[in-house]
């Protein structure tokens, strides 16, 4: 006859279940920015930015750094509950705006850049030298590419995306001294082959458009951002609210990107500015 398991072992088996089973049900949400006070469609004032913040922090949600999602990712582990990482587009110059805000919270930000305008003198709406290394020494932000000249015709047409990459990767070198793994597609538009040529070229993480969680499961050549510019606190606070209920329902079943209406697009420049450096 089998004998009977310790009381203990037994309590501990259900609680290493039980604790599988919340950790495959925790997830991030990555909300994307792109300007602020300035009249745009892509644009949301300075003080409705600082109330999502305020919102995030009474809530109880914690702003993480994108290199802790993607380590979660590497290791197939769980991002930390009730977390977001914050996202801001395109490099306008109106980032400053809230940079300030976001350092005096000591907030972790992540710019994901089109790096012909960047650091351009003939390109005056977008971020300055300047900006730029005002923006370095601030050890809470990561700098992305978000493609060079940020068309959407770069992703069906393989030889423009070849040397729009190229360029992209080169001309983030010359302004950061170094390369990055991270990646947005322009538009969020993407294809086979746009996305084989982002990673052959050592891009390792893709970021699409798309309203789900980022999770354990997610691929991380098509982790999903949902623009929060459109939200209000109410939708805000739904949409996080249906990314917890969608896990704690889903757990470890993988939530694959979606098209949303709460996805936002910019459009690019008519002409890209000559480099005056």
């Known amino acids: 006859m089998r004998a009977p398991i310790p009381c203990a072992a037994a309590m501990t088996a259900v609680g290493l279940f039980l604790s599988v089973i919340v950790g495959q049900s925790r997830a991030t949400t990555i909300l994307v920015y792109h300007s602020f006070g300035v009249r745009s469609s892509m644009s949301m004032s300075v003080e409705a930015f600082e109330a999502q913040l305020d919102f995030l922090d009474h809530s109880g949600y914690k702003v993480i750094p994108i290199e802790e999602l993607t380590r979660c990712l590497d290791e197939r582990q769980s991002p930390p509950d009730k977390s977001v990482v914050i996202a801001i587009d395109d490099g306008w110059s109106s980032v400053m705006k809230v940079f300030p ?127 929060a510019n459109r939200l209000s606190l109410t939708v805000l606070a739904s949409v996080l609210r249906d990314h917890e209920a969608t896990l704690a329902k889903a757990k470890s079943r993988p939530v694959p990107p979606q098209a949303s209406l709460l996805l936002s697009e910019t459009r690019p420049a008519p002409c890209v500015p000559r480099l005056l450096e």
């Open 101 to 227: 805000i976001l350092a005096r919270r000591n907030l972790p930000f992540t710019l994901f850049l089109p790096m012909a305008f960047v650091a351009n003198p003939s390109s005056t709406a977008t971020l300055s030298r300047d900006d730029i290394n005002a923006l370095k020494a601030y050890p809470n932000v990561t700098f992305a590419d978000h493609s060079w000249m940020h068309s959407p015709r770069v992703a069906g047409n393989e030889a423009l995306a070849q040397e729009d990459i190229r360029k992209s990767r080169e001309r983030y070198r010359q302004v950061f001294g170094r390369d990055t793994a991270y990646f947005a597609y322009p538009y969020g538009r993407v294809t086979e082959t746009y996305s084989r040529l982002l990673r052959e070229a050592g891009f390792k993480y893709l970021f699409v458009t798309g309203s789900s969680p980022v999770s354990a499961a997610t691929d991380r050549t098509a982790i999903p951002r949902i623009a």
